[in-house]
C-alpha cells in the first residue's frame, strides 16, 4: 500500500507566473484535500475534492484551483502567482467524503513553492 | 482571522518528564479537535483526537484534555522520548468540516 506522494517536491517561479502541484491520494482513498502551510504558520485549508467534485472550500481566490481525476489523484493549479503564495502546500488523503473521521486521513510531504 | 492558536511556538523537555502543549480557539462551534506531528521534509501525522463531549481521551503516553469552558486544550505527553521531538499541531473541526490548525509547537527532548 502506496502512501500519498506529491510532485514537485520544491519548485521556484516568478510572480505572474502559473504553477501545478500534483498530489496521488493513498490507495483506496476518493477523497483529496490540500492546505496551504506559510512559514511559522499551520496549515490553512484551500479545499477538498470528492469523487471528483469540489467538496469545500476556505478563503482562498479563485485563482486557486484544483482537479481530482477518476483515480482520485489531484491537482492544485495557483494562476497569477503572488509572492505571498510561497508555502508548503500539502495534500491529505481520506476514504471518506464527508471529513468525519480525520484520525483517516494521511498527508503527503508537501511541495515547497517559492515566488520570487 | 485565527481561530486556533498555539501561544508558544517552542518547548524544551528533559527525555522521562512530561511534555505539555497547550492550544487556545476562539469558536465555540468547533466540535472536534485533533493533534497532528510533523517531523522535517514530512507531512503531519495525525496523533490523537477528542469530541467536544469528552473532556479527556488517552492513548498510551499521549492524553488531550479539554476544557470547553476555557476554550483550551491541552496535550501531555508521558514520559517524553527522543523520538517525540517534532512540530505538534493542534487542529479544529468546524460545523462546516473544514479543519482549523493552530501555528504549531516544536518540541525538543533532550537526552
Known amino acids: 500500500e502506496t502512501g500519498v506522494t506529491q510532485s514537485p517536491t520544491h519548485l521556484i517561479k516568478t510572480r505572474g507566473q502559473q504553477v501545478t502541484l500534483r498530489c496521488s491520494s493513498q490507495?483506496?482513498?476518493?477523497?483529496v484535500s490540500w492546505y496551504q502551510q506559510a512559514l511559522g504558520q499551520g496549515p490553512q485549508f484551500i479545499f477538498q475534492y470528492y469523487r471528483e467534485e469540489e467538496n469545500g472550500r476556505g478563503n482562498f481566490p479563485p485563482r486557486f484551483s484544483g482537479l481530482q481525476f477518476p483515480n482520485y489523484s489531484s491537482e492544485l493549479n495557483v494562476n497569477a502567482l503572488e509572492l505571498d503564495d510561497s508555502a508548503l502546500y500539502l495534500c491529505?488523503?481520506?476514504?471518506?467524503?464527508?471529513?468525519?473521521?480525520?484520525?483517516?486521513?494521511?498527508f503527503g510531504p508537501g511541495t515547497r513553492l517559492t515566488v520570487l | 482571522d485565527q481561530q486556533v492558536k498555539q501561544n508558544s511556538p517552542s518547548l524544551s523537555v528533559q527525555e522521562g518528564r512530561i511534555s505539555i502543549l497547550n492550544c487556545d480557539y476562539t469558536?465555540?462551534?468547533?466540535?472536534?479537535f485533533l493533534w497532528y506531528k510533523k517531523y522535517p521534509a514530512e507531512g503531519p501525522t495525525f496523533l490523537i483526537s477528542i469530541s467536544s463531549i469528552k473532556d479527556k481521551n488517552e492513548d498510551g503516553r499521549f492524553t488531550v484534555f479539554l476544557n470547553k469552558s476555557a476554550k483550551h486544550l491541552s496535550l501531555h505527553i508521558v514520559p517524553s522520548q527522543p523520538g517525540d521531538s517534532a512540530v505538534y499541531f493542534c487542529?479544529?473541526?468546524?460545523?462546516?468540516?473544514?479543519?482549523?490548525f493552530g501555528a504549531g509547537t516544536t518540541v525538543t527532548v533532550r537526552a
Open positions: 487542529a479544529a473541526r468546524g460545523n462546516d468540516y473544514k479543519l482549523s
Open positions: 490507495s483506496g482513498h476518493n477523497t
Open positions: 491529505a488523503s481520506s476514504a471518506t467524503g464527508l471529513i468525519t473521521s480525520y484520525n483517516e486521513q494521511f
Open positions: 469558536n465555540s462551534m468547533f466540535d472536534y
